[in-house]
């Protein structure tokens, strides 16, 4: 992935770069499991998004987890319409590098989501994962309804407790109301199902993250 070592800070509106009216063209098609990858989604099927730093192994973690009916990479959180990856990378956007995650509540339940989510990365890091350092690698969930948010917020907060107990830097992770989800370009969807070989920066704490946090949040 593209390493982006000064961009530390993400820049005000005004100083974003402007985007594009029309979005990046996608298939549409998950290429590991066939289904949709954009809406409308079968009914009862659930949504998130999450960043946690390169989202090529970010969203591998996710289509690998059984419940979840599709994935697909893209960008949020920033400011520029439609943006392209050499833009976000750039730091000139505000955007994260993100993974949409659809899941079929019935199968899987977002207190585990958020289990995949935290044990998959480091959340401590701010504005990096690993080598990758830049604002697209920054932690963040982005929530869909007052539920998810409340449960979130109570994963972080028992996560953190239990980094902090071996020694871990407080969490810097954001937690939003999910913004616009803009597809990322159709190579990047998928990519280490298309490219085994490829490059994944991810690396977890090793530590358990409590669950079944739904009923406390």
Known sequence: MWFSP??????????????????LV????HFVNGNAMKPPFEAGLETAIFGLGCFWGAERLFWQTP???STAVGYAAGHTRNPTYQEVCSGQTGHNEVVLVVFDPKQVNY???LRIFWEGHNPTQGMRQGNDMGTQYRSGIYTYSAEQKAT???SRDAYNQALQSKGYDAITT???EAPEF??????????????PGGY?????TGISCPTGLTAEA
């Open 6 to 23: 000064n961009k530390s800070s993400i820049p005000d509106a005004d100083q974003a770069l402007p985007g594009r009216d029309n979005p």
């Open 26 to 29: 996608v298939s549409g098609k």
């Open 67 to 69: 419940g979840v009916y």
């Open 111 to 113: 207190d585990e989501i």
């Open 152 to 154: 979130a917020e109570a």
């Open 174 to 176: 954001e937690i939003l």
């Open 182 to 195: 803009y597809y990322a370009e159709e190579y990047h969807q998928q990519y280490l199902a298309k490219n």
């Open 200 to 204: 994944c920066g991810l690396g977890g």
